[in-house]
């Protein structure tokens, strides 16, 4: 029995990913649990397992008396020199129990339990591998899509990628394979839950940590990064050290880096914009594709007014005002856009309110 024993539990272990020793105690605290079930709950019944050979010993506590009064809990003194023969008075000895005792009801039982134990344990070993991996992105295939999830199998458990967290018009099938971003790994009553997302900007700077050296070795700093998932995202990069371009090192060798990721995004645009504390340069950087012409700005109100040639005004301001939105919200400035032509008719009409010429009687 011993030996196949050990054979079961270095498989699961194996298979399972699980740790020996947990094994061995799950099964010990099942079995541990069956035999005292069996001799009605007595809690003075204990079990071991011997970690090398698996052989199994089950005994009982019971005092040493003179006189047995409770045959459950006490042993005479003459019963237990006989396998004791040191013993004395008072002292509490372990007598072992024949394992062959099991009914058949403790070993279904204990079966049960180890079954129990064995996915508690399993689901504690996924749960402890992933809750570290929050913020990383995973590889998965589509499963299957139930009640608006797609399932990805990530080898040994799922994940779940609600559609309303993949890119728009992003159509998965069965079989495909994707990326994701870890966003959150929680226990429920079913097991580890491990929810990936697509569309969260943070996804957008994992993918960059991946394709770009110098970001994942610390040289290039993501400052910070806003997203309209599929459509455009911004992010602002800096490096401490002068001799690194960091909008270069994003972009890679004739575009291979960021091409990598866009693709990735479904054909997302990405501007990337070397940070600068300056808030003039910051926020004519943001608005990116575009061309500024001049900023005014209000540093205590933190809003600013920028002037874009006649024929850079719709890209300044973008699709329904995305690209404007995003630098605003990259750079935490409210920003107002004129066209040259509106910024020189308000400069007239302020220029014909302080100039009024003198009145000439007749």
């Avoid at 994003?250 to 997302?268: A, P």
């Avoid at 504390?277 to 061309?291: G, K, T, V």
Wanted: proline letters at 5%; one cysteine or more.
């Amino acid at each position: 029995m011993s030996k196949e024993l050990c054979y079961v539990v270095d498989q699961i272990s194996r298979e399972k990913g699980i740790s020996r020793d947990i094994l061995i105690e799950t099964l010990r605290s099942a079995l541990l649990s069956a035999t005292r079930k069996k001799f009605g709950g007595r809690t003075n019944i204990d079990l071991r397992i011997d970690p090398k050979t698996c052989d199994i010993s089950v005994f009982e506590t019971k005092k040493i008396v003179s006189k047995v009064s409770d045959k459950d809990e006490e042993i005479s003194i003459d019963d237990a020199r006989k396998i004791f023969p040191e013993m004395l008075d008072g002292d509490t000895v372990n007598v072992p129990l024949d394992l062959h005792g099991f009914s058949r009801i403790a070993a279904q039982t204990a079966k049960q339990v180890i079954f129990q134990r064995v996915r508690e344990a399993e689901r504690d070993v996924i749960y402890s591998e992933f809750k570290d991996k929050v913020g990383q992105i995973v590889s998965g295939i589509v499963m299957r899509k139930e009640k608006g999830v797609y399932f990805l199998n990530l080898g040994k458990t799922e994940a779940m990628l609600p559609i309303k967290e993949t890119l728009p018009n992003e159509n998965l099938k069965r079989g495909d394979t994707v990326r994701a971003f870890i966003e959150d790994v929680r226990i429920t009553p079913k097991g580890p839950a491990i929810v990936v997302t697509r569309t969260n900007p943070l996804f957008v700077a994992a993918l960059f940590k991946m394709e770009v050296p110098e970001i994942n070795e610390g040289l290039v700093i993501i400052k910070d990064i806003v997203r309209e998932p599929g459509e455009r995202t911004k992010l602002a990069v800096y490096s401490k050290n002068p001799s690194i371009d960091p909008v270069g090192a994003c972009v890679g060798m004739k575009g291979t880096r960021v091409q990598s990721i866009v693709r990735e995004l479904r054909g997302e645009r990405i501007d990337i914009i070397p940070w600068t504390d300056d808030p003039r340069q910051l926020i004519a950087r943001a608005l990116s594709p575009a061309a500024v012409d001049r900023i005014g700005i209000n540093e205590e109100a933190k809003t600013a007014m920028v002037v874009v040639n006649d024929q850079q005004l719709s890209l300044a301001i973008g699709k329904k005002g995305q690209n404007v939105r995003l630098a605003m919200k990259l750079t935490g400035w409210d920003i107002d856009i004129l066209s040259e032509t509106e910024y020189s008719k308000i400069k007239m009409e302020e220029a014909d309110r302080t100039f009024s010429p003198p009145s000439v009687d007749g």
